[in-house]
């Protein structure tokens, strides 16, 4: 089963850029669909972005849409999150998933996690 180690969160001023990334190993990875969720302090895991098997397909929560990219590298088993014009409410631990299948939303359709980054937005 994959394994998946997250890296790239920190504190940015609203406005700005991180990027995210998701190492995966001991799988192929290029046999799961990856996710991005992410927590806030009190919520539950919310679903962020998901990209299929050969990066194909994406999809996004509508309040992420036009500023968050999702991309794969299937040659260094990686899986990335671009997130611009970042604003307070998007900070939370994000995570990325690994999924069998592909285009799910639902968290209980990722079966493993990495461990999550922290993403602060303030000023």
């Known amino acids: 089963q994959v394994q998946l180690v997250e890296s790239g969160g920190g504190l940015v001023h609203p406005g700005g850029s991180l990027r995210l990334s998701c190492a995966a190993s001991?799988?192929?990875?290029?046999?799961?669909?990856m996710a991005w969720f992410r927590q806030a302090p009190g919520n539950e895991h919310e679903f962020v972005s998901a990209?299929?098997?050969?990066?194909?397909?994406?999809y996004y929560v509508d309040s992420v849409k036009g500023r968050f990219t999702i991309s794969r590298d299937n040659a260094k088993n990686t899986v990335y999150l671009q997130m611009n014009s970042l604003k307070p409410e998007d900070t939370a631990v994000y995570y990325c998933?690994?999924?069998?299948?592909?285009?799910?939303?639902?968290?209980?359709?990722?079966?493993?996690w990495g461990q999550g980054t922290q993403v602060t937005v303030s000023s």
């Open positions: 998933a690994a999924s069998r299948r592909n285009g799910q939303v639902d968290v209980t359709e990722y079966d493993t």
């Open positions: 001991g799988g192929t990875f290029s046999s799961y669909a």
């Open positions: 990209i299929s098997w050969g990066g194909a397909a994406t």
